[in-house]
Each structure stands twice: as structure tokens, then as C-alpha cells.
């Protein structure tokens, strides 16, 4: 069992920045992935970005690829998403995610384990 707790979020005009970070915590250790997914109101939830348990292999949505960044802390129980350039089109709650060890970082389908999300509001 895995705890994942955001924080980061918070209102932001447009072309600003933001940075989303993620700690987890409890019994359940391994060389799980962890990643981001949004989702705005009336809208799917979208697969923004992961990183493998080492930090060595990221993903990032192509859509945002040019301005956002994930990156894992040293201690492999923290992930962050730096988010700059930012558009009225990010606006959303913004999750933080794990999977199990073993998964594929870059598969939106592995990820099981989900914080309580972030709002990210970003206006004109």
C-alpha cells in the first residue's frame, strides 16, 4: 500500500510557472513508477507525465513536452512536476500517481495507486 499526498498547486496567470510536488509513504517499497495525470471539469483524465523508479526514463505528454519537466528526488519517494510557460489550457486537478513495481512508467494502465489531486488554475 502506497500514500501519495500533491502539493504545488494554486491559482497562476497565464505564462507563469508552477511546481507540483509528490511524497510517498508507507509499508509498500520496490522500484515502482510514478507520474502525473490531470483532469479538467467535463473532461477525461489525461496522462501528463512519468518517470521509472530510478529517474532515469521520463515521459511527457506531447503536448506539453516543451514546457513541462518530471523529475524523481534522490530518496525515490518524491516526484515533481515543473510546469512553466503556463496556458488557461492546464487548468485542471492534478494527480499524482504510482504503480507497482515492475510496471511501465510510460503506460497510463499501470498506474494504481493516486493522491487526493492538486487544482491547478491558471487564468488570462
Known amino acids: 500500500q502506497v500514500q501519495l499526498v500533491e502539493s504545488g498547486g494554486g491559482s497562476v496567470q497565464a505564462g507563469g510557472s508552477l511546481r507540483l510536488s509528490c511524497a510517498a509513504s508507507?509499508?509498500?517499497?520496490?522500484?515502482?513508477?510514478m507520474g502525473w495525470f490531470r483532469q479538467a471539469p467535463r473532461k477525461e483524465r489525461e496522462f501528463v507525465a512519468g518517470v521509472s523508479w530510478s529517474g532515469g526514463g521520463t515521459y511527457v505528454l506531447d503536448s506539453v513536452k516543451d514546457r513541462f519537466t518530471i523529475s524523481r528526488g534522490n530518496a525515490k519517494d518524491t516526484v515533481y512536476l515543473q510546469m512553466n510557460s503556463l496556458k488557461v489550457e492546464d487548468t485542471a486537478v492534478y494527480f499524482c500517481a504510482a504503480g507497482e513495481p515492475g510496471s511501465l512508467f510510460w503506460s497510463p494502465s499501470g498506474y494504481v495507486y493516486w493522491g487526493q489531486g492538486t487544482q491547478v488554475t491558471v487564468s488570462s
Open positions: 508507507g509499508r509498500a517499497f520496490g522500484r515502482y513508477p
